[in-house]
């Protein structure tokens, strides 16, 4: 039972599992770069699945962002993960972290970043994409209550669909990536919120992708990045069983999470 000086959120399995737990085994060993991380945060996976792409030593420190401890409050005052503490020194917000790992390990591949400044900014506009406009939908359509109202929830269902397929329609023809061959910045963005589109067909009567999609060329070019990212070793590796999971997307479902994600969704504005 949560007591009355507990977050309600705080109640969280302890430990990554699944092949999740192997990667934070295997980088126990006290290194200058450290990831203080949550397990089950979908903005610390996408810096967890950099730093596994490219390979980069790191030490996983696991924390519970609810029950925040001394030493991640005094690198990052929000006590929010991810948090990476490099050679002593502090850096936070997710997709900064993942360009960062971009710069400052520039021996360490794929590249995030294309060399073609056109390329380059297209991917940041399709990252700022991914923050500002996909994952506020995902969360509308998935706090929405009551079930009952079937209009509002197929108005949010249709606006996160929608948003979906903005980003589909850019997706590199042969793919299987968003530029092409190799991933960059934009698929470790967004990757963590497709590795958990399961949660409204098990929350909301389904994701609601137009039937007959695979003869729809965006759609089936969606198809296909979905099934890369959710194959590709460093983002499936990041990933815990889907049981534990469970009961976190289950507060969101019924919208009584408390994470400032949850708090900002009910009050209409986007990502904190």
Partial sequence: MTTKSEH??????????????SIVEAHQTPLPLKLFSGWFCPFVQRAWSV????????????????????????LNPRGLVPTLQYDDKPLYE??????????????????????????????????????????PAFHRFLQWQPLSDGEGLGRVRGEFVGRLRELAEEIDGEGPFFLGKEPTLVDFVVAPWIMRLWVFDHFKQGLGIPEGADEDAVWARFGKWRQALEERPSIKNTTSDREHYLP?????????????????TRQGKGVP
């Fill in 94 to 135: 997710s997709t900064v972290l993942c360009e960062f790992l971009e710069d400052a390990y520039p021996d360490h591949g794929p590249r995030l970043l294309p060399r073609d400044p056109y390329e380059r900014a297209r991917v940041r506009i399709w990252t700022d994409f991914c923050t500002s406009r996909l994952i």
């Fill in 51 to 74: 730093l596994e792409e490219k390979k980069i030593p790191y030490q996983y420190i696991e924390v519970n962002p609810y029950h925040k401890p001394a030493s991640l409050l005094a």
């Fill in 8 to 21: 309600p959120d705080s109640n969280l399995y302890p430990h990554a599992t699944g092949p999740a737990a």
């Fill in 248 to 264: 976190i997307y289950q507060r969101y479902a019924d919208d009584t999470a408390q994470s400032e994600l949850a708090k900002a």
